[in-house]
C-alpha cells in the first residue's frame, strides 16, 4: 500500500543561538496553516546540529510540543554555563543537592555556543509512536554518517535512559515510506549530513548500529539478557569469585542478528548504569565489547565513540587478548563482557596469549559474559571445539541463560534458496537451483564473467535499483597468502590466479587515511580484489561473488573437501588436544572447510553468483542451473 496523496511531510530549518530564540519561535508561527498546524499540533521529530572543522555535532529528539522542548534545551541554570565539559559528563563530579534533569542542558552548550541548526520535522501521519521509530531511524542513520563526529555525549544522544520498543500500532506500515521521503527532504537542505540512502545502508557502521529495529525473537533474547545482567549486579555482597560468574550463551547461524542484538545491548548496558529505574547498579560499572575480528573491532570502536561509550583513553572495544592480558596484570574484574563471535577465540596459546582457552580467562575475569556463538563459523584449528567441551560450555550456561536465534535476518529469501544453501553446505548435495524465490543463484562458466557481473552490480546507480549495491568477490582460502615479509615471486600482491584469471587478495592496497577506516568491501577499489574468510566473516554483501577453490570438489555425487588443496595454514596442520592426560593429534579439516564454505555462502542479501575451479562441481552446478524449470507465469 502506498501513501495517500493527502499525506504530508514538513521539514523545516531554523537557524539560532540562545540570543535569537524568540525569533525562531515566532518563524513557526510565520508558516502557512497547515504548516504550523503539522509543526505545533502534531508530534514533532527535531535534528539540531552545527559543524565545526569538517566534521557535525549533532543531536536527535522527538517532543509533543516543539516550542516549549526548544526552550528546555536553549534555556539553562546559569550555573552550568561556567562548568568543565568533563565535570558535565560527569554526574558524579556535580554538588549533591544538583538537580540531575540541568546535566542534559549543560550538554548542550555546544549548540548554543556556536551557530547551530534545528531541523524540524512533521507529517501528517505523526503519532507518539511513528516519531519514536522515526527518531530511532534517524539515529540508526545519523550515527552512521563519516562526517558526525565522535564526540561522546555531544554526538548522536537519544533521549530516554533505554530505548522504547514500540508494538504495532495504526500506522506502522507506513513507516518506511514516511522516513524515506523525509529523509529525501532532509537531503534538499545538506546532503553531506543526509546522503543517499543506500550508501548509508551498505556501510558496516549502518549494519552493526544499536539502533536497528529489533525482531521479535532479539527483542526477547535482549529483554532476557538485561534482566539477567540488572539480577546479577544488583545483588549485595556478590562473590566476585570465578565460580560466580555467570555465563549468558546466544546461538545463531550465520545471518540470525547475533550482530545487531549483542551491539544494541552493549548500549543499553550504558542506559541502564546512568537510568534512576537501575540505581542500583555500582557507580564504577564498567562493560567490554570483545571480538576476535579486526576490522569488526574498528567498525565497534567507531559506534563506541560515536555515541560516547568510549574513547582512546578508556577503551570498551578491544580484542580478547589484550582485554584478558589487562585485566590479569591489573588484577581487574569486570561487570559485564560481551563477546561477538566468540567462535574466534583461541582455545590454545597463540602470539602474545599464554593461556589455554580465552573464553575460559575471561570467565574468570567478569562477572557476567555474554557470549555469541556459532560452532559452523570455526576457521581455525586454533579455534576448535570437541563436542565435548561444546557440552560442557552449554551446562556452564545453563538452560535459562542459553538463548537460540534462528530467524534468518541477512539473506533475503522466501526460502528455497536458503534451503539450497543448507542442503549443499551441510549435506553436501546439489539440487536444481530454485527460480521461485527472490534470492538470485547464479551459476558461471568462467571466474572473468563472475568478476564483470560483480562490477556491473557495484556501480552506484540510481538509489532505487536494489539489484544493484555492495557486491564483491570472495573466495576459499586456497591460494597463497602472507601478511609478513615474504614476497610472491612474480608479483607484487599474494593474488588468487585461475588459467588467465588473476587478482589480489583483499588488503594488501593503498586504501588512504579514510579507506583504512572503513571494512574492507566499503573500500571502492576492493571491487577489483578479493575477499577472504577472515575479512567477510561478520558482514554482508548485497551480492556475493563467491569462487569456490580446488579444497572443494565433487565425487560420485557428492561435495567433498580436500585439506590437501588448501593454503590455509590453519586447517591444514593437525590440532593437539588433550584427551586424558595424553596429547593427541587430531585432523579437524573436514569441520573447518566445510564452515569456510558456509561463511562465504551465507554473506549475500539479495542474490550469489558462484564460479567452482573443480570441474566435476562446476559441471554439477551448471546443470543444476540448466535443469532448473522456468517460473510459472
Not at 291 to 298: G, L, S, Y
Not at 347 to 362: A, C
Amino acid at each position: 500500500m502506498k501513501l495517500s496523496g493527502k499525506t504530508r511531510a514538513e521539514v523545516r530549518p531554523f537557524s539560532y543561538s540562545a540570543e535569537s530564540l524568540r525569533d525562531f519561535l515566532q518563524a513557526i508561527e510565520q508558516e502557512d496553516e497547515e504548516t504550523q498546524k503539522l509543526l505545533l499540533n502534531y508530534p514533532t521529530v527535531y535534528v539540531v546540529y552545527h559543524r565545526a572543522k569538517g566534521s557535525y555535532q549533532v543531536y536527535v529528539g522527538e517532543t509533543n510540543d516543539i516550542a516549549q522542548r526548544t526552550k528546555t534545551h536553549l534555556t539553562s541554570d546559569p550555573r552550568l554555563i561556567d562548568l568543565r565539559q568533563e565535570d558535565v559528563d560527569n554526574v558524579l563530579l556535580l554538588p549533591e543537592n544538583f538537580d540531575a534533569k540541568l546535566v542534559q542542558s549543560a550538554k548542550w552548550k555546544a549548540f548554543r555556543d556556536n551557530d547551530s541548526t534545528i531541523l524540524v520535522i512533521g507529517h501528517s501521519l505523526f503519532n507518539k509512536s511513528m516519531t519514536l521509530d522515526i527518531e530511532d531511524r534517524l539515529m540508526l542513520f545519523l550515527s552512521s554518517v563519516d562526517d558526525v563526529e565522535s564526540a561522546g555525549a555531544n554526538s548522536v544522544k537519544i533521549n530516554n535512559s533505554r530505548r522504547n520498543i514500540q508494538t504495532e500500532y495504526f500506522t506502522q506500515e507506513f513507516v518506511n515510506q514516511t522516513f524515506q521521503e523525509i529523509w529525501r527532504k532532509l537531503r534538499n537542505h545538506d546532503p553531506e549530513l543526509f546522503p543517499l540512502e543506500r550508501m548509508i545502508r551498505e556501510s558496516a557502521l549502518f549494519k552493526a548500529s544499536p539502533f536497528h529495529q529489533l525482531n521479535e525473537q532479539q527483542v526477547g533474547a535482549k529483554v532476557q539478557i538485561l534482566d539477567a545482567v540488572d539480577n546479577a549486579l544488583t545483588v549485595d555482597e556478590f562473590d566476585r569469585s570465578q565460580d560466580q560468574a555467570q555465563l549468558i550463551l546466544v546461538k545463531g547461524g550465520a545471518g540470525t542478528g547475533k550482530t545487531v542484538l549483542l551491539s544494541s545491548v552493549f548500549y543499553d548496558l550504558f542506559q541502564m548504569r546512568d537510568s534512576d529505574e537501575t540505581a542500583g547498579l555500582a557507580d564504577d560499572f564498567n562493560a567490554y565489547l570483545l571480538v576476535n575480528h579486526d576490522e569488526q573491532v574498528t567498525v565497534y570502536t567507531q559506534i563506541a565513540e560515536k555515541l560516547g561509550l568510549g574513547n582512546k583513553k578508556n577503551p570498551r572495544v578491544m580484542k580478547p587478548t589484550k582485554f584478558i592480558n589487562d585485566h590479569q596484570n591489573s588484577d581487574k574484574i569486570a561487570d559485564v563482557v560481551l563477546i561477538d563471535e566468540a567462535h574466534l577465540l583461541w582455545t590454545q596459546g597463540k602470539q602474545s596469549y599464554r593461556g589455554d582457552n580465552q573464553l575460559v580467562d575471561i570467565l574468570k575475569l567478569a562477572r557476567v559474559v555474554i557470549a555469541v556463538f556459532d560452532p559452523m563459523q570455526v576457521l581455525a584449528g586454533n579455534q576448535y571445539w570437541r563436542d565435548e567441551d561444546l557440552e560442557a560450555l552449554e551446562l556452564r550456561a545453563g538452560d535459562g541463560n542459553i538463548i537460540e536465534l534462528s530467524e534468518q535476518m541477512r539473506i533475503d529469501s522466501d526460502g528455497p534458496a536458503e534451503d539450497w544453501i543448507a542442503d549443499f553446505v551441510q549435506n553436501g548435495t546439489i539440487r536444481p537451483i530454485p527460480t521461485n524465490d527472490k534470492y538470485k543463484i547464479e551459476i558461471f562458466s568462467s571466474p572473468q564473467k563472475l568478476h564483470e557481473t560483480i562490477q556491473k552490480k557495484s556501480d552506484k546507480g540510481e538509489e532505487s535499483e536494489v539489484e544493484k549495491g555492495l557486491s564483491r568477490l570472495i573466495a576459499t582460502y586456497d591460494w597463497k597468502f602472507s601478511s609478513g615479509k615474504t614476497q610472491p615471486e612474480d608479483s607484487d600482491t599474494w593474488d588468487v590466479t585461475i588459467d588467465s584469471f588473476r587478482l589480489p587478495w583483499n588488503n594488501q592496497g593503498n586504501y588512504g587515511r579514510g579507506g583504512k577506516a572503513m571494512s574492507w568491501a566499503e573500500r571502492e577499489q576492493t571491487v577489483d580484489e578479493v575477499g577472504s574468510i577472515f575479512t567477510v566473516q561478520g558482514f554482508d554483501l548485497n551480492y556475493a561473488g563467491v569462487i569456490i577453490g580446488p579444497s572443494v570438489k565433487y565425487r560420485n555425487g557428492q561435495i567433498v573437501f580436500d585439506a590437501d588443496a588448501s593454503e590455509n595454514p590453519n586447517v591444514k596442520h593437525q590440532r593437539t588436544l588433550t584427551i586424558d592426560g595424553q596429547k593427541v593429534k587430531k585432523d579437524v579439516s573436514q569441520g573447518l572447510l566445510r564452515n569456510q564454505l558456509n561463511v562465504l555462502m551465507t554473506r549475500g542479501v539479495r542474490g550469489m553468483g558462484i564460479y567452482a575451479v573443480d570441474d566435476e562441481l562446476r559441471e554439477a552446478l551448471l546443470k543444476a542451473q540448466a535443469d532448473t524449470a522456468p517460473e510459472t507465469p
